[in-house]
């Protein structure tokens, strides 16, 4: 089970995802994690926290660490690997942090 929320517009980005992420927090999970674009810097910055999404939320203050208006939240269940920060998605930063953050199927090769 996961929970996957993006948003694209005018407003902050990170509030927005956390936001829609604790309206998802009744089907459950071990993880979660948002990617966001950093436009001015041209990086995509992705953090990710074990446990439940206040962890994750205070680590970001609420979100007001992430100054964008593009991003991805997501939440899961470890089914492959344990439960960590490592294992948590959304998965991405490539590049030296150009690249896609996605969140995927457990299990499932990412291409």
Known sequence: ??????YIGREQAAPILLEGLSRLEYRG?????????DAGAGTLAVHKAKGR??????????????????????????THGAPSDVNSHPEGGLHGGRGAGR????GHPVL
């Not at 089970?1 to 993006?6: A, K, L, S, Y």
């Not at 999970?29 to 674009?37: N, P």
């Not at 969140?103 to 457990?106: A, C, F, L, S, V």
């Open 1 to 6: 089970m996961r929970g996957i929320v993006g």
């Open 29 to 37: 999970y071990d993880s979660a994690g948002v990617a966001v674009f």
């Open 53 to 78: 999404l206040r962890v994750l939320s205070d680590q970001l203050h609420r979100g007001a660490d992430l100054d964008s208006t593009v991003g991805v939240g997501h939440t899961r269940w470890a």
């Open 103 to 106: 969140p995927h199927p457990g």
